[in-house]
């Protein structure tokens, strides 16, 4: 089994709807980070987690909420879609040294039209 | 200013020939990470090396090193005996030890295609 999962892995969408995009580790990290990539711009930060009771903003927040259930569970929310959040949405995972590894997902291809 | 910079929106090389994607980056902090992820057409993003502002070697994995020049912030990856199944996007990403949370800063990439 794969140690970070995303699901869904692929979602459509219509402008407005809020859709929720979840994360799951077994790979017992703190620290958890939701990233967008779009094409030419590689991967910017919208959130990051150190704990279940730690949750910072990234570079591009806006429009977006999270939420760490547990150590384990790290989920990213569009309140209201729009079509420029259309991108591919990652989820890492990385212990707490600087040299420690992220770990991503498989990522969530999202289209909101 | 961009963090990382990748200046090669594309490469091109042939199997069993070597490569070099240019990765240049910009922090002030005295202590950082490098690392290189390689993401295929399928999408999912796989770790290949890392190398730390303070290790005196050169970090290698396999087929894969990275020319780490400090003075000149750089930090090339160099693929050998180049494969037909390293053609895929690579991403140059820098962690700065003093950052809040540790996340990684990414380049935009840099495309390889390795033909026969």
């Known amino acids: 089994d794969a140690d970070v999962t995303q699901t869904p892995r692929n979602r459509i969408t219509k402008t407005g709807k809020r859709i929720m995009l979840e994360c799951s580790q077994t790979k017992g990290h703190d620290r958890m980070y939701w990233y967008r990539q779009d094409p030419g711009l590689g991967l910017r930060l919208i959130y990051y987690?150190?704990?279940?009771?730690?949750?910072n903003k990234g570079e591009i927040s806006d429009g977006y909420s999270v939420s760490r259930q547990a150590q384990a569970k790290f989920s990213l929310s569009l309140e209201s879609a729009i079509p420029n959040q259309t991108a591919l949405y990652f989820c890492?995972?990385?212990?707490?040294?600087?040299?420690?590894?992220?770990?991503f997902g498989p990522g969530t291809r999202l289209t909101v039209l | 200013a961009q963090k990382i910079t990748q200046t090669q929106p594309g490469m091109f090389v042939q199997e069993k020939e070597a490569v070099t994607l240019d990765c240049t980056y910009d922090t002030s902090d005295q202590s950082y990470g490098l690392f290189w992820y390689k993401q295929p057409s399928s999408g999912e993003m796989i770790f290949l090396i890392y190398?730390?502002?303070?290790?005196?070697q050169n970090a290698t994995e396999g087929r894969y090193s990275l020319n780490f020049q400090k003075a000149r912030k750089s930090a090339n990856l160099v693929i050998s005996a180049s494969q037909l199944g390293d053609s895929a996007m690579y991403f140059c990403a820098m962690r700065e030890a003093n950052q809040a949370g540790t996340a990684l800063i990414f380049g935009k990439g840099t495309t390889l295609s390795v033909s026969s």
């Open positions: 987690s150190f704990d279940v009771k730690d949750i």
């Open positions: 190398q730390g502002s303070y290790d005196e």
């Open positions: 890492a995972t990385s212990g707490r040294g600087s040299s420690d590894t992220q770990y």
